[in-house]
């Protein structure tokens, strides 16, 4: 069974950084994308950003400049590098197989002063 943990969540002040990160294992990590998603009570989960195994990415115009998703195939790692950190990021962060319905637990980041 395919098993994704999500670390490095947390509080940070507005301008902060943060990185995720995703490890996965039971599975061919590097022949899949992966894909990091957020969620706050009572709204639908949104992408924020995804990377395929060719490396191409992409990103929610909300991220753009601010956001890194990164992968380490060596570690079966995906990583999201968040910088420029504004309140409006505050949400659980969850890691995706892209396009399947396999999940992380996620993780709470939380920007405020």
């Known amino acids: 069974q395919v098993q994704l943990v999500e670390s490095g969540g947390g509080l940070v002040q507005p301008g902060g950084s943060l990185r995720l990160s995703c490890a996965a294992s039971r599975i061919s990590f590097s022949m899949i994308g992966m894909g990091w998603y957020r969620q706050v009570p009572g709204k639908q989960r949104e992408l924020v950003a995804y990377i395929m195994r060719s490396y191409s990415t992409n990103y929610a115009d909300s991220v753009k400049g601010r956001f890194t998703i990164s992968r380490d195939n060596a570690k079966n790692t995906v990583y999201l590098q968040m910088n420029s950190l504004k309140p409006d990021d505050t949400a659980v962060y969850y890691c995706?197989?892209?396009?399947?319905?396999?999940w992380g637990q996620g993780t709470q980041v939380t920007v405020s002063s």
């Open positions: 995706n197989v892209y396009g399947t319905s396999i």
